[in-house]
Protein backbone atom coordinates (compact mmCIF):
# COMPACT_ATOMS: atom_id res chain seq x y z
CA UNK A 1 0.00 0.00 0.00
CA UNK A 2 1.68 3.04 -1.02
CA UNK A 3 1.14 6.57 1.87
CA UNK A 4 -1.17 8.00 -1.01
CA UNK A 5 -3.56 5.52 0.03
CA UNK A 6 -3.09 5.75 3.75
CA UNK A 7 -3.51 9.47 3.74
CA UNK A 8 -6.69 8.73 1.82
CA UNK A 9 -7.78 6.08 4.25
CA UNK A 10 -7.26 8.87 7.40
CA UNK A 11 -9.00 11.57 5.73
CA UNK A 12 -12.22 9.30 5.15
CA UNK A 13 -12.06 7.52 8.59
CA UNK A 14 -11.88 11.37 10.03
CA UNK A 15 -14.68 12.49 7.75
CA UNK A 16 -17.21 9.31 8.47
CA UNK A 17 -15.99 9.33 12.28
CA UNK A 18 -18.12 11.64 13.97
CA UNK A 19 -20.95 10.64 12.04
CA UNK A 20 -20.67 6.90 13.78
CA UNK A 21 -20.03 8.23 16.71
CA UNK A 22 -23.05 10.63 17.22
CA UNK A 23 -25.14 7.86 16.19
CA UNK A 24 -23.76 5.46 18.36
CA UNK A 25 -24.28 7.72 21.42
CA UNK A 26 -27.58 8.70 19.80
CA UNK A 27 -28.72 4.63 20.10
CA UNK A 28 -27.18 5.02 23.77
CA UNK A 29 -29.49 8.05 24.64
CA UNK A 30 -32.10 6.33 23.34
CA UNK A 31 -31.88 2.98 25.45
CA UNK A 32 -31.34 5.01 28.41
CA UNK A 33 -34.53 6.71 27.59
CA UNK A 34 -36.31 3.40 27.34
CA UNK A 35 -34.92 1.86 30.41
CA UNK A 36 -36.06 4.85 32.34
CA UNK A 37 -39.04 4.62 30.99
CA UNK A 38 -39.81 1.41 31.79
CA UNK A 39 -38.36 2.05 35.36
CA UNK A 40 -40.47 4.28 35.62
CA UNK A 41 -43.50 2.12 34.71
CA UNK A 42 -42.43 -0.54 37.33
CA UNK A 43 -41.46 2.11 40.30
CA UNK A 44 -44.76 3.89 40.15
CA UNK A 45 -46.18 0.70 40.62
CA UNK A 46 -44.41 -0.51 43.05
CA UNK A 47 -44.98 3.07 44.76
CA UNK A 48 -49.13 2.58 44.61
CA UNK A 49 -49.20 -1.00 45.98
CA UNK A 50 -47.16 0.71 49.21
CA UNK A 51 -49.80 3.36 49.50
CA UNK A 52 -52.48 1.65 49.35
CA UNK A 53 -51.57 -1.39 51.37
CA UNK A 54 -53.90 -2.14 54.35
CA UNK A 55 -52.19 -2.63 57.89
CA UNK A 56 -52.08 -1.63 61.57
CA UNK A 57 -50.17 1.66 60.55
CA UNK A 58 -51.51 3.83 57.29
CA UNK A 59 -48.16 4.23 55.17
CA UNK A 60 -46.42 6.73 54.81
CA UNK A 61 -45.21 9.46 52.05
CA UNK A 62 -41.57 7.89 53.63
CA UNK A 63 -43.23 4.39 52.60
CA UNK A 64 -43.56 5.73 49.30
CA UNK A 65 -40.36 7.54 48.36
CA UNK A 66 -38.24 4.26 49.78
CA UNK A 67 -40.60 2.09 47.75
CA UNK A 68 -39.64 4.35 44.69
CA UNK A 69 -36.11 4.89 44.97
CA UNK A 70 -35.58 1.01 45.57
CA UNK A 71 -36.84 0.76 41.85
CA UNK A 72 -35.07 4.13 40.32
CA UNK A 73 -31.58 2.43 39.93
CA UNK A 74 -29.26 5.51 42.49
CA UNK A 75 -31.70 7.69 40.68
CA UNK A 76 -32.46 10.50 43.35
CA UNK A 77 -36.20 10.52 44.57
CA UNK A 78 -37.66 13.44 46.07
CA UNK A 79 -41.21 15.01 46.89
CA UNK A 80 -41.21 18.56 46.62
CA UNK A 81 -45.16 18.48 46.97
CA UNK A 82 -46.03 15.32 47.84
CA UNK A 83 -49.71 15.71 47.52
CA UNK A 84 -49.61 17.73 44.64
CA UNK A 85 -51.01 19.53 42.37
CA UNK A 86 -48.66 17.56 39.76
CA UNK A 87 -46.76 20.67 37.73
CA UNK A 88 -45.38 21.26 34.60
CA UNK A 89 -42.31 21.93 36.71
CA UNK A 90 -38.78 20.11 36.14
CA UNK A 91 -37.28 18.32 38.32
CA UNK A 92 -32.92 18.19 39.01
CA UNK A 93 -31.08 16.30 36.36
CA UNK A 94 -31.45 12.94 36.87
CA UNK A 95 -33.78 12.54 39.47
CA UNK A 96 -37.25 12.18 40.33
CA UNK A 97 -40.11 13.85 42.11
CA UNK A 98 -42.99 11.37 43.67
CA UNK A 99 -46.27 12.97 43.95
CA UNK A 100 -49.41 10.80 46.30
CA UNK A 101 -52.58 11.71 44.56
CA UNK A 102 -56.59 11.36 43.60
CA UNK A 103 -56.50 10.08 40.27
CA UNK A 104 -55.99 12.49 37.46
CA UNK A 105 -54.90 15.38 39.55
CA UNK A 106 -55.32 19.18 38.72
CA UNK A 107 -52.69 21.42 37.82
CA UNK A 108 -53.40 24.09 40.59
CA UNK A 109 -53.45 23.72 44.40
CA UNK A 110 -57.09 22.38 45.76
CA UNK A 111 -57.98 23.87 49.55
CA UNK A 112 -60.68 20.82 49.95
CA UNK A 113 -59.30 17.83 47.13
CA UNK A 114 -61.00 14.99 47.73
CA UNK A 115 -59.00 12.02 49.73
CA UNK A 116 -55.51 11.50 48.14
CA UNK A 117 -52.69 10.53 50.39
CA UNK A 118 -51.63 7.80 52.59
CA UNK A 119 -52.19 8.65 56.67
CA UNK A 120 -53.29 12.22 55.49
CA UNK A 121 -49.35 13.57 57.12
CA UNK A 122 -50.10 17.25 55.91
CA UNK A 123 -52.94 19.41 56.99
CA UNK A 124 -54.09 22.02 54.52
CA UNK A 125 -52.55 24.93 56.98
CA UNK A 126 -49.17 22.99 56.66
CA UNK A 127 -49.28 22.40 52.81
CA UNK A 128 -48.70 25.80 51.96
CA UNK A 129 -48.32 26.04 47.93
CA UNK A 130 -49.32 22.07 48.16
CA UNK A 131 -52.80 21.24 47.87
CA UNK A 132 -54.63 19.97 50.90
CA UNK A 133 -54.70 16.19 52.11
CA UNK A 134 -57.60 14.16 53.23
CA UNK A 135 -56.73 10.69 54.28
CA UNK A 136 -58.49 8.07 51.61
CA UNK A 137 -60.32 5.53 52.94
CA UNK A 138 -62.61 3.06 52.13
CA UNK A 139 -61.28 1.44 49.29
CA UNK A 140 -60.67 5.11 47.10
CA UNK A 141 -58.34 5.37 44.29
CA UNK A 142 -54.76 6.76 44.85
CA UNK A 143 -52.83 7.87 42.17
CA UNK A 144 -48.90 7.63 42.25
CA UNK A 145 -47.09 9.94 39.70
CA UNK A 146 -43.28 9.94 39.09
CA UNK A 147 -41.80 12.67 36.91
CA UNK A 148 -37.90 12.05 36.15
CA UNK A 149 -35.78 14.32 34.49
CA UNK A 150 -33.22 12.83 32.04
CA UNK A 151 -30.61 14.37 31.30
CA UNK A 152 -29.34 13.23 27.16
CA UNK A 153 -24.91 12.76 26.46
CA UNK A 154 -25.36 13.31 22.93
CA UNK A 155 -24.72 16.64 21.90
CA UNK A 156 -26.70 16.94 18.96
CA UNK A 157 -30.06 15.73 20.53
CA UNK A 158 -29.33 17.38 23.95
CA UNK A 159 -29.45 20.53 21.85
CA UNK A 160 -32.56 19.64 19.90
CA UNK A 161 -34.33 18.84 23.41
CA UNK A 162 -33.17 21.64 25.85
CA UNK A 163 -30.61 19.12 27.13
CA UNK A 164 -33.53 16.85 28.79
CA UNK A 165 -36.10 14.85 28.12
CA UNK A 166 -38.87 14.91 31.18
CA UNK A 167 -40.63 11.00 31.51
CA UNK A 168 -43.32 10.82 33.40
CA UNK A 169 -45.77 7.45 34.85
CA UNK A 170 -48.43 7.22 36.89
CA UNK A 171 -50.45 4.38 38.66
CA UNK A 172 -53.89 3.92 40.24
CA UNK A 173 -54.57 1.33 42.83
CA UNK A 174 -57.53 1.01 44.86
CA UNK A 175 -56.89 1.14 49.08
CA UNK A 176 -57.06 -1.57 51.01
CA UNK A 177 -57.74 0.78 54.22
Known amino acids: MRNGQRSQALIEFALVSPVLLLLTFGVVDIGRAVFYYDTLNHAAREGAR ?4 ASNQLP ?3 DVINAVTGQMAG ?12 TAATPPANSAWVYVTEPNPPATVE ?3 PPNAPGGEYSSAAAGSCSAVNPAAGNQQLQVTIRFNLALITPIVAQATA ?3 VLSAAA ?4 EY
Do not use: E, S
Open 50 to 53: VAVR
Open 60 to 62: TYN
Open 75 to 86: APVTAPCPQGPV
Open 111 to 113: TTP
Open 163 to 165: NHI
Open 172 to 175: VFRT
